[in-house]
Nanobody, 127 residues
């Protein structure tokens, strides 16, 4: 069982940066693949980024590639999303998610493969 709590959201101007963090409970954080998703009002939840057990493999949505960086600290049981060059279209509620991995290489952009979710943190980018 994993409980996830996001933090770091807020209001930022276009072109600015923000860092989201997700703190996990439980003793086996390092056995979980972690992901970030987002959902804007009236839109479906969409994949943002994912990271494997060790942090050596990452996956990004095309819309954020080169601007966002996902990382994890297994000792601190945290996963972060560094967001730069933010755009108004990045405005959304951002969610941290976890799935127990059966392989070192496992990463996924499919939301239905994640079985633990945080409550979300709001990011608003003004133009």
């Amino acid at each position: 069982q994993v409980q996830l709590v996001e933090s770091g959201g807020g209001l930022v101007q276009a072109g600015g940066s923000l860092r989201l963090s997700c703190a996990a409970s439980g003793r086996t954080f390092s056995s979980y693949t972690m992901g970030w998703f987002r959902q804007a009002p009236g839109k479906e939840r969409e994949f943002v980024a994912a990271i494997n057990l060790s942090g050596g493999i990452t996956l990004y949505a095309d819309s954020v590639k080169g601007r966002f960086t996902i990382s994890r600290d297994n000792a601190k049981k945290t996963v972060s999303l560094q967001m730069s060059s933010l755009k108004p279209e990045d405005t959304a509620a951002y969610y941290c998610a976890a799935v127990q991995a059966d392989s070192y290489y496992y990463t996924t952009r499919r939301s239905n493969e994640y079985n633990y979710w945080g409550q979300g943190t709001q990011v608003t980018v003004s133009s």
